[in-house]
């Protein structure tokens, strides 16, 4: 079965140093998405993007952060100076039509 | 404002037993709401969608009901098996927003006893 592989599993950076989280999505899916989770929180949304460009963010995607979809298979998020906060499971997610969403297994980053 | 919230933040069951999860969403506009399953140190899953225009749907031994009066969504799972156990969100989106954002829920904790 099809699934969004994400890359590293856990990552661990000073703060102020740039992150990059990578995913794989679906193959032939169009929209993507990136999410985090605060441990013991919900999931919230960072970013959509399609057709090769960001289509909708939220107030936490601020100029720290930036997504990428390099070539036809990888889609990546860079946080450029990270703060403790950011501290977080992030989540990619990927689907064909514009609803729902699978999700990847998560990247741990644990900012020191 | 747009929000997805749950009435139960942990909800123990005894293996066998039915579970019912609850979630209050209050964007009207939101049409389209899905239930995922959150397992410890994994990414949420889907389990089951419903479209505004649906009032209820059903899967394998779980099944989702839709009362858009009251904005309610619920999500019941039949015969609750240890392997249930997990955390499960309700998730909305609104297609005139044309991106596919979900707003999730703060979830619930459900815990199956043997």
């Known amino acids: 079965e099809p699934e969004v592989t994400q890359t590293p599993s856990h990552q661990v950076t000073q703060m102020g140093q740039e992150v990059i989280l990578r995913c794989v999505p679906i193959?032939?899916?169009?929209?993507f998405y990136w999410y985090r989770q605060i441990l013991g929180q919900k999931v919230e949304f960072l970013v959509s993007?399609?057709?090769?460009?960001?289509?909708?963010k939220s107030e936490i995607f601020d100029d720290q952060f930036s997504v990428e979809r390099p070539d036809g298979s990888n889609f990546t998020l860079k946080i450029r100076s990270t703060k403790l906060e950011d501290s977080a499971m992030y989540f990619c997610?990927?689907?064909?039509?514009?609803?729902?969403?699978?999700f990847g297994q998560g990247t741990r980053l644990t900012v020191v | 404002g747009e929000s997805v919230g749950l009435h139960l933040p942990t909800l123990s069951v005894q293996e066998g037993d039915n579970s019912i999860i609850n979630c209050a969403y209050s964007?009207?506009?939101?049409?389209?709401f899905i239930w995922y399953k959150q397992e410890s140190g994994k990414g949420p899953q889907f389990i089951i969608d419903?479209?505004?225009?649906?009032d209820k749907r059903q899967g394998q031994r779980v099944t989702v009901l839709l009362n858009k009066t009251v904005k309610h969504l619920s999500l019941q799972i039949a015969a609750t098996q240890p392997g249930d156990s997990a955390v499960y969100f309700c998730?909305?989106?609104?297609?005139?927003?044309?991106?596919?954002?979900?707003?999730f829920g703060q979830g619930t904790t459900l815990q199956v006893k043997p």
């Open positions: 993007f399609y057709n090769n460009e960001i289509s909708e």
């Open positions: 419903i479209r505004s225009n649906m």
């Open positions: 193959s032939n899916h169009l929209y």
């Open positions: 998730a909305e989106t609104d297609y005139s927003g044309n991106t596919g954002k979900l707003i």
């Open positions: 964007n009207s506009a939101s049409d389209y």
């Open positions: 997610a990927s689907s064909p039509r514009q609803e729902g969403a699978f």
